[in-house]
């Protein structure tokens, strides 16, 4: 997939290449765990990884990464700066670096601002911060995460580059169409996290008789669904069959039954929602 960072002006810029699928790394943090679970992914065909500096395993990604032999440009790897970091323009400059080190790379593919920061002032010099990492070239591509609607709108007030990425909580049981349009809107492609609902929703007993009928498994069906709607699905699963078992979800035809998953639409939010903060 396609992502880029449009100007205020609607030129677009920074155009990048994302895989549209890859591995959460969120609640990896037995020691060795996170390694492990990024090896059992791109041994699987996975391409990206999705981490975070608040996931404390940014270090055994890159470890995973060197370990496995792919090339460090044939892994498209996401990260994102912490809320608690997202305090001013230096702020951001100093943990994308350490970031950096602690995936042991040249570059980060994406870089995200992982929630809007909580003092509304910061939001600007954070953002210009982000634009700066991406002029060097220490980024590829930056974009944001849980912001909603309101706070990508602001951005046209002070971004020279609108974000090219907006990764929120998107599930059947969650589609947020408004949010969906207002990230569009803005230029960027949906990142959908919690494809699963952190696993609460597996065992819904009409995701399973969608799933008997498709000849799936209830995850691939969740799976494939946040796919289809075009969005950029980042699953998590610690555990190697299950890994191997998401990634399948892609070969598998929803079409059938897409007006069943999308009746599933129940507004659950499975963690947390700072899209509605002021
Ligand atoms: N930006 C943000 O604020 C934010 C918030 C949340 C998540 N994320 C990102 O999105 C990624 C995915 O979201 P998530 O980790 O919240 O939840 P998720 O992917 O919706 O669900 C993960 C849960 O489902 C289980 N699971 C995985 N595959 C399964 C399968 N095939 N069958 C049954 N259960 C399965 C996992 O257990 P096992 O590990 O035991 O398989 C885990 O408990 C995160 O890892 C993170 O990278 C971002």
Same mark, same amino acid.
Not at 176 to 200: C, F, I, N, W
């Given at each position: 997939m396609r992502i880029s960072h449009t100007t205020p002006g609607g030129s677009e810029e920074y155009v990048h290449e994302i895989p549209q699928f890859g591995l959460g790394v969120f609640l990896m943090t037995d020691p060795g765990e996170c390694r492990k679970a990024v090896l059992a992914a791109l041994d699987a065909g996975y391409n990206h990884i999705d981490t975070a500096r608040v996931y404390t395993n940014e270090d055994e990604v890159g470890e995973a990464i060197k370990e496995s032999g792919v090339s460090r440009d044939s892994v498209f790897v996401t990260t994102k700066l912490r809320r608690t970091h997202a305090t001013g323009y230096d702020e951001v400059l100093e943990h994308c670096q350490k970031s950096l080190e602690l995936l042991d790379t040249d570059y980060i593919d994406l870089y995200l601002v992982?929630? /809007? /920061?909580? !003092? /509304?002032?910061h939001r600007a010099p954070v953002w210009k911060g982000m634009e700066y990492c991406l002029e060097q070239g220490w980024v590829k591509a930056i974009g944001v995460s849980n912001y909603g609607p309101a706070h990508l709108e602001s951005m046209r007030e002070y971004a020279s580059y609108l974000p090219s990425v907006n990764q929120v909580e998107f599930n059947p049981w969650l589609q947020r169409p408004h949010l969906v349009q207002a990230t569009k809107d803005v230029g960027a492609e949906v990142m959908a996290y919690s494809p699963l609902a952190r696993g609460h929703k597996v065992g819904d007993p009409k995701l399973v008789e969608i799933a008997e009928r498709l000849g799936c498994t209830p995850a691939q069906v969740a799976i494939k669904f946040c796919y289809d709607e075009g969005c950029i699905t980042i699953p998590k699963s610690s555990n190697p069959s299950r890994i191997v078992e998401n990634i399948k979800?892609?070969?598998? !035809?929803?079409s059938s039954e897409m007006d069943s998953i999308k009746g599933l639409e129940c507004n659950y939010v499975s963690g947390w929602d700072p899209t509605t903060e002021p």
């Amino acid at each position: 997939m396609r992502i880029s960072h449009t100007t205020p002006g609607g030129s677009e810029e920074y155009v990048h290449e994302i895989p549209q699928f890859g591995l959460g790394v969120f609640l990896m943090t037995d020691p060795g765990e996170c390694r492990k679970a990024v090896l059992a992914a791109l041994d699987a065909g996975y391409n990206h990884i999705d981490t975070a500096r608040v996931y404390t395993n940014e270090d055994e990604v890159g470890e995973a990464i060197k370990e496995s032999g792919v090339s460090r440009d044939s892994v498209f790897v996401t990260t994102k700066l912490r809320r608690t970091h997202a305090t001013g323009y230096d702020e951001v400059l100093e943990h994308c670096q350490k970031s950096l080190e602690l995936l042991d790379t040249d570059y980060i593919d994406l870089y995200l601002v992982h929630a /809007p /920061p909580e !003092d /509304p002032e910061h939001r600007a010099p954070v953002w210009k911060g982000m634009e700066y990492c991406l002029e060097q070239g220490w980024v590829k591509a930056i974009g944001v995460s849980n912001y909603g609607p309101a706070h990508l709108e602001s951005m046209r007030e002070y971004a020279s580059y609108l974000p090219s990425v907006n990764q929120v909580e998107f599930n059947p049981w969650l589609q947020r169409p408004h949010l969906v349009q207002a990230t569009k809107d803005v230029g960027a492609e949906v990142m959908a996290y919690s494809p699963l609902a952190r696993g609460h929703k597996v065992g819904d007993p009409k995701l399973v008789e969608i799933a008997e009928r498709l000849g799936c498994t209830p995850a691939q069906v969740a799976i494939k669904f946040c796919y289809d709607e075009g969005c950029i699905t980042i699953p998590k699963s610690s555990n190697p069959s299950r890994i191997v078992e998401n990634i399948k979800s892609l070969d598998i !035809d929803i079409s059938s039954e897409m007006d069943s998953i999308k009746g599933l639409e129940c507004n659950y939010v499975s963690g947390w929602d700072p899209t509605t903060e002021p």
